[in-house]
C-alpha cells in the first residue's frame, strides 16, 4: 500500500496558526503560558507555535521539551527507546497553563506520561494539549483541546509526520 500526503507545507502552517490563535484566545492572551513539545516532532511544532504566538502577542514565549521516555508503561516492549532532553523554559511550569504539543495523538499513553513527567516538574495550574493529527484508537481517556486535523485511519495504517528541520519536507502521510 502506498503512502498518500494529506497535510502538506500550507496545511501544516494553517493548522498551526489556527492553534496558535486558539491557545492564545483559551488562556486570554499569553501570560502566564508554558508551551512544551513532545521529542521528538512535538518539540518542533512547540517551537513553530511559540513562534506564531510571538508575532501575534508581542510577547517573547519560548518553547521547552519534555522527555517522557521513563514515564511510558511500554519500556518492556521497547527497551531500545532512547531518553531526550527536558528543557523547562524559565520560570518553571507551578501555576502556569502548560501546552503539550504533539505530532500524532493515537493511544493517549505518551500524554499519559507526559502528564506523569510533569508532576515531578511541579504543579501547573492547567495543562492542555495541542496536536497536529488526532486519528483516534484512544487507550486512555485523554482528547486534544487544539486539533490541527482529525484522520480517522484503521489501527493498521501508519501516520507519518515530516517535518522540514529534521526531515527536509514538511508532510503528513498515511499508508
Known amino acids: 500500500m502506498t503512502a498518500s500526503t494529506v497535510l502538506q507545507h500550507a496545511d501544516i502552517t494553517r ?10 484566545e483559551s488562556n486570554r492572551g499569553s501570560d502566564d503560558l508554558v508551551i512544551l513539545g513532545v521529542p521528538t516532532r512535538g518539540v518542533t511544532l512547540a517551537r513553530r507555535v511559540a513562534a506564531i504566538i510571538q508575532s501575534v502577542d508581542s510577547v ?19 527497551p531500545t527507546r532512547a531518553t531526550g532532553p527536558t528543557d523547562i523554559p524559565a520560570g518553571g511550569i507551578d501555576g502556569k497553563t ?3 504539543v504533539d505530532d500524532v495523538l493515537y493511544s493517549g499513553r505518551t500524554i499519559r506520561a507526559a502528564l ?12 492542555r494539549l495541542a496536536v497536529l493529527v488526532d486519528r483516534g484508537h484512544r487507550e486512555f481517556p485523554i482528547r486534544a483541546d487544539f486539533v490541527g486535523k482529525n484522520l480517522p485511519s484503521s489501527v493498521s495504517e501508519r501516520i507519518n509526520v515530516r517535518l522540514k528541520e529534521i526531515d527536509g519536507v514538511d508532510e503528513v502521510t498515511i499508508g
Open 116 to 127: 506523569d513527567a510533569l508532576g515531578d516538574l511541579g504543579r501547573p495550574r492547567a495543562v
Open 60 to 78: 517573547v514565549i519560548s518553547a521547552g521539551a519534555l522527555d517522557v521516555t521513563m514515564y511510558r508503561d511500554d519500556l518492556a516492549q521497547n
Open 98 to 100: 502548560v501546552v503539550l
Open 15 to 24: 493548522a498551526l496558526t489556527r492553534i496558535s490563535h486558539e491557545i492564545l
